[in-house]
């Protein structure tokens, strides 16, 4: 005699055997089918996230490149690294990326510092904001463009020269705009730095390049900058100096871009003071 399941026999129905045998089941291919969608997920949303910098090379690129990298940050409080690296010659690379990103006090966007030829395996970053954590990479191509290396991150970090200065204020904005020429107007404030004799404004680009753009005495606290051109993004660094030239206060950099020609109306041209920037 057979005894069907039910509540009179004593055994458990059919619900109860889906809720205690496959209930399990299921959630297992549930889970599954999720862990294996999600690098696909992560991969879809990583442009809006901030990625590290060992994502710009596919995950089974070897670590065969040895990178090394160093930071420094000279008076006039612009910081730069210098990395290096080495390759087995097996690997038959044709080319080079350094890649970098900021991660202190913020992250950054990853950033395409340099592309190079097979034979240079150095490279000098500039115009770096101060202090800050950046992360490089250096990823190796082979003559159709495809990763074949990759460098383990290489951390620096970058500090201010000296500690013991004083911080000064500093504000720069586009002014003028006329064609394919601009000016950018700079005010700081004045130092309590009691061996300080004069200012000293410097001016970086992207590209690298640093140069001093005004010495001032202690009575001037502003300056236009006229040797500019729109399309470009400059930061600048005003600096108090005794007089041996040693830096006795410095203000962090100040960014200022300027978009292209076509975007900018003509602006009328400013009336600097002592201390501000005023239109007339």
Known sequence: MWIVPGRESGYPDERTLMRRYFSPLIVLLVGAILLAATPAAFAASSDR?????????????????????????????????ECNWTTRDDLAVRGWQLWNIRVRPHHGERNLVAELGADTTAYVDTALEVPGQYLYVVLGLDAAGEIVAR??????????????????????????????????????????????????????VAE????????????????IDTEVAVGH????????????????????????????????PDRVRPVVSRGSIRYR
């Open 233 to 264: 993004r400059y930061l600048y660094v005003v600096t108090a100096v005794d007089a041996d030239g040693e830096v006795v206060a410095r203000s962090r950099a100040e960014h200022v871009g300027l978009p292209g020609s076509e975007s900018r």
């Open 208 to 223: 690298g390049d640093r140069a001093v753009v005004a010495r001032t005495g202690l009575d001037e606290l502003s300056y």
């Open 49 to 81: 996230l901030p990625i590290r910098v060992t994502d710009v090379a596919r995950h089974d690129v070897r670590h065969e490149i040895k990178a090394r990298c160093f930071g420094s940050v000279d008076d006039s409080g612009g910081g730069s690294v």
């Open 151 to 204: 460098s383990e991150p290489a951390s620096v970090t970058l500090v201010a020269a000296s500690d013991h200065v004083d911080a000064m204020r500093l504000r720069c904005r586009a002014v003028a705009a006329r064609g394919d020429s601009a000016e950018i107007g700079c005010t700081w404030s004045s130092t309590e730095a009691e061996s300080a004799v004069g200012y000293v404004l410097w001016r970086g």
